[in-house]
């Protein structure tokens, strides 16, 4: 029966317990703490959904579809192929541009009802801005030229609007294409003009109205084009200027 000092050392010595030299008895193991299990690991699985582009596009074609199978019934083929085309090109603009469809729907169906305008009725939306030389359209002319400007210059907004973030380098070449498309405005109909007068006179008359169709169209690209560079040209330098600052 050794006394404390010498069982002290005789646990230091052999690396035991106290316990387990005097009683013979193993120290109880201290327990892990129990980890909580991980949670389960959920995985959702997300469709990837169809653009709204898309959708319109499926919905134009078969609108197409449905208004060419009615008016080919109706009216012929031809009717059903020359109504159903702003459906047909709406749904390819959706299908095909990736940026900006509706915009791109939009200028298509004025481009196709001025054409219509103006190769099936004669109504311009020059009309009021040179009543004189039109004297006999009545006043329901007018404020079709009126509705037709409206629209015209809706477009150009929304146009300038959607591309005003799209820099534009204030240099001299952008000066000078903006300064040749502001006259080409006023320049480009009036050279149309001439060429369908003199193509009338030489008796080629299938060409004059798709050239006179083309004369008010030019003039409205070419004020898009103005009024959007414009745009883009003073937010980019007004950029720079804060930049600078």
Not at 142 to 158: D, E, G, K, P, R
Request: proline content about 6%.
């Amino acid at each position: 029966m050794p006394d404390l000092e010498k069982l002290v050392k005789l646990s230091q010595l052999f690396g035991v317990s106290l316990d387990e030299l005097v009683l013979d008895r193993k120290p109880p193991c201290e327990e892990a703490p129990r980890e909580d299990p991980p949670p389960p690991v959920t995985v959702v699985v997300q469709r990837e959904r169809t653009p709204g582009r898309k959708v319109a596009g499926v919905i134009l074609l078969c609108m197409a579809f449905l208004v060419l199978l009615l008016l080919t019934a109706m009216g012929g083929l031809l009717t059903g192929l020359v109504l159903a085309l702003p459906f047909l090109l709406c749904a390819a603009i959706c299908f095909l541009a990736r940026r900006r469809s509706g915009l791109w729907c939009a200028w298509t169906m004025y481009y196709l009802a001025d054409v219509y305008l103006i190769c099936f009725t004669g109504l311009r939306w020059r009309f009021l801005f040179v009543p004189a030389t039109y004297a006999y359209y009545s006043g329901a002319h007018f404020i079709s030229a009126a509705v037709q400007i409206t629209f015209m210059l809706a477009l150009i907004a929304a146009t300038a609007r959607s591309f005003r973030n799209a820099p534009l380098p204030t240099a001299r070449r952008n000066k000078l294409l903006l300064l040749a498309g502001a006259a080409g405005v006023v320049v480009g109909p009036y050279l149309l003009s001439l060429l369908t007068t003199a193509l009338y006179r030489a008796g080629v008359h299938w060409a004059v109205t798709p050239l006179s169709a083309l004369q008010d169209l030019l003039a409205l690209y070419l004020a898009a084009a103005v009024v959007t560079g414009a745009v883009r040209m003073w937010r980019t330098r007004r950029t720079e200027k804060s930049e600078n600052q």
